[in-house]
Nanobody, 127 residues
């Protein structure tokens, strides 16, 4: 079992920045690929960013490329999402998730493929 707890959300003006954190406990975190997803009211949960087990590969949704950066500190069992140049359409509840893909370099983008989830943290971007 892996327990995930997100933090760092809040209210920010368009163009601003936030840094989300996801603290993991339980099994060795380095054995999992990690992903950030978001869900806005009335919409499906969507993939935002992911990082492979070893941290060598990253993947981003087109809507956040060049603005968001995912990183992880396995020694601290924490994954981060740095969000810059925020837009009102980035408003959502952001969740981190852990996955056990069959290959170490894989980053999966479908929420149903992830095994463990945090409760989420609200990000609101005002125009």
């Amino acid at each position: 079992q892996v327990q995930l707890v997100e933090s760092g959300g809040g209210l920010v003006q368009a163009g601003g920045s936030l840094r989300l954190s996801c603290a993991a406990s339980g099994r060795t975190f380095s054995g999992y690929a990690v992903g950030w997803f978001r869900q806005a009211p009335g919409k499906e949960r969507e993939f935002v960013a992911g990082m492979s087990k070893g941290g060598g590969n990253t993947k981003y949704a087109d809507s956040v490329k060049g603005r968001f950066t995912i990183s992880r500190d396995n020694a601290k069992n924490t994954v981060f999402l740095q969000m810059n140049i925020l837009k009102p359409e980035d408003t959502a509840v952001y969740h981190c998730a852990a996955d056990s893909p069959p290959f170490s370099y894989w980053i999966r983008t479908e929420a149903r493929q992830y095994d463990y989830w945090g409760q989420g943290t609200q990000v609101t971007v005002s125009s």
